[in-house]
């Protein structure tokens, strides 16, 4: 079965530049697709797990693995890996939360686009779902934020207005 995307696209004064594309399969993983990143070498910053299940992420070091990514999967166990055009894993044995284990929610993906205009300008595609959002041209810096929400706990989710 092939996975249906859904992509983002950022469009400021007009432009298009994507973001991502995700998807999701019957295992119900995440998949992320970094247009950015993509066929890039992968490098992250470090993280030191600290008391009480907080992290500490070293922003001004960046560590390369030498893995040319394409995407990026989120399975329910709480494994996460990264794999190349050619379905190759990155080994790194990285494991975040299992989703069995989430109370209501959890984040698992945040995005800072840095430059939008360095971005790769794309053409939206007419088949698919295209999330397009218009921009100000003074924009301030932003998130897009990716959760895993338990369905049982819905009525404990913060109200948007």
């Known amino acids: 079965m092939k996975n249906n995307y859904t992509r983002i696209f950022l469009k400021p004064c007009g432009e298009v530049f994507g973001l ?7 295992d119900n993983s995440f ?19 600290l008391q009480g299940g907080r ?3 070293e922003l001004k070091n960046l560590i390369g693995t030498g893995f040319i990514r394409n ?13 190349d055009i050619n379905r190759n ?6 494991n975040g939360i299992s989703f ?7 984040l698992i993906l945040v995005i800072a686009p840095k430059e939008i205009k360095k971005l790769l300008k794309k053409e939206i595609p007419k088949k698919g779902v295209n999330l397009i959002l218009e921009l100000a041209n003074d924009v301030s810096p ?19 207005q």
């Open 71 to 83: 995407k990026f999967t989120f399975h329910p166990s709480g494994t996460f890996h990264s794999s």
């Open 55 to 57: 992290l500490k992420i």
């Open 31 to 49: 998949h992320f697709h970094i247009y950015e990143e993509a066929n890039q070498e992968l490098k992250y910053h470090p993280i030191e797990k």
């Open 89 to 94: 894993r990155l080994k790194d044995g990285l």
């Open 142 to 160: 932003f998130t897009v934020n990716f959760e895993v929400f338990r369905k049982s706990q819905k009525h404990n989710l913060k109200k948007f």
């Open 100 to 106: 069995k284990d989430i109370v209501d929610y959890n």
């Open 20 to 26: 991502l594309n995700f998807s999701t399969s019957k």
